[in-house]
């Protein structure tokens, strides 16, 4: 048996527990290629317009599914205690369907944490009838997908390839040091961000919200004086927020896309305390339509201009000051 296994969104963050769940259960997982054009075109074609560039791309490797028995679309209501995932990823699979190849089965199930590992583990298992597996065979394949993702999430990644470390560069002091803020499934879809961790790691060393320990990311939530609920926006936040007061961060770069309602207030938050802290801080909105000319050039005046504040460490102008302290446009 076969399961067509997206390579978009969830993917970045949670397929070393469906790998391993299935691989337990003996079904091969089967996933999309890397995106490509014709992928994104074929999610642009199909999806709707008002919705996120991820979700288009969700949609263009569904379609891109091909030879598989199953589509496997879980919708993944909360994946930690007290948080709920983006009301977009609520939508899967329903929101998404049209863009399942004929013939193809979807094959779900509903992940909600927030309602206890027992029940979970339940909802899991009435998944495993379809597929013919008894409960105490998912209950181990349960164990083993936590395992593989614990240890994913234990070497953030690396063994993956899904985000590289910064292990590859030796440790220069001189070289330029960059934040890198966002989605995994934004900062590691290096053709939809048109390579952009490449194009950084070449100029500057990088530092990425997925490195950060879940500890930091809490105890840099605490001044919110109203909780977020969304995961992925409190692992943002509480990231970026710890990059702002670390003296050896030079910049922050909050990669984000078009039409994504969390990032507006995330995005926004964050702006702000930058400004507050005089940190140099830059917005890269990606959408279908963005050009890699443009890219390079916002980048390289980014990382130049932070040179120079380096060259000239102390100078402040007072009309910068001024506008700086008052205004939200600078
Ligand atoms: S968090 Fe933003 S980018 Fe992610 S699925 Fe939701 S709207 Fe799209």
Redesign the pocket.
């Known amino acids: 048996m076969k399961i067509g296994f997206p390579r978009a ?1 969830f993917y970045f963050d949670f397929f070393p527990f469906w790998a391993g769940f299935f691989h337990h259960l003996n079904i091969e997982v089967v996933t999309s290629p890397p995106t490509n054009r014709q992928i994104m075109d074929l999610g642009l074609k199909n999806a709707s317009d008002e ?5 288009k791309l969700l949609s263009g490797h569904i379609q891109a599914l091909k030879a598989v028995d199953w589509v496997f679309l879980p919708r993944m209501v909360s994946v930690e205690a007290e948080t709920y995932t ?4 609520l939508g899967i699979p329903e929101s998404l369907l049209s863009s399942v190849p004929t013939g193809i089965p979807v094959l779900s199930v509903t992940l909600n944490w927030r309602k206890g590992q027992r029940l979970v583990l339940k909802d899991l298992q009435t998944m495993g009838e379809t597929l013919g597996k008894s409960k105490i065979e998912i209950k181990q394949a349960f164990y083993e997908g936590q395992k593989w993702q614990e240890k994913f999430q234990k070497t953030r990644g690396a063994e993956w390839n899904f985000a590289p470390t910064n292990l590859e560069w030796p440790p220069e002091p001189e070289r330029l040091k960059i934040a890198l803020v966002g ?1 995994s ?2 900062i590691q879809e290096s053709y939809a961000n048109l390579n952009l961790l490449k194009k950084l790691r070449e100029k500057a060393r990088v530092e990425l919200v997925q490195h950060v320990d879940q500890i930091e990311i809490e105890t840099n939530l605490l001044e919110l004086r109203k909780k977020l609920f ?1 995961s ?1 926006s409190k692992q943002i936040y509480g990231a970026g927020n710890k990059f702002l007061a670390d003296p050896e961060i030079d910049g922050i770069i909050y990669l984000t ?1 078009f ?5 507006s207030i995330v995005q926004e938050l964050l702006s702000r305390k930058a400004r507050q802290r005089h940190k140099p801080y830059m917005v890269i909105t990606l959408d279908e339509h963005s050009g890699e000319a443009g890219l390079i050039t916002r980048l390289e005046a980014f990382l130049d201009m932070i040179e120079r504040r380096r060259v000239h460490e102390g100078y402040v102008s007072t009309h910068g000051e001024r506008l700086d302290c008052n205004s939200n446009t600078l």
């Open positions: 969104l919705t996120c560039l991820p979700l983006c009301p977009k990823f989605h499934y934004l969304w992925h896309c039409g994504c309602g969390t990032d």
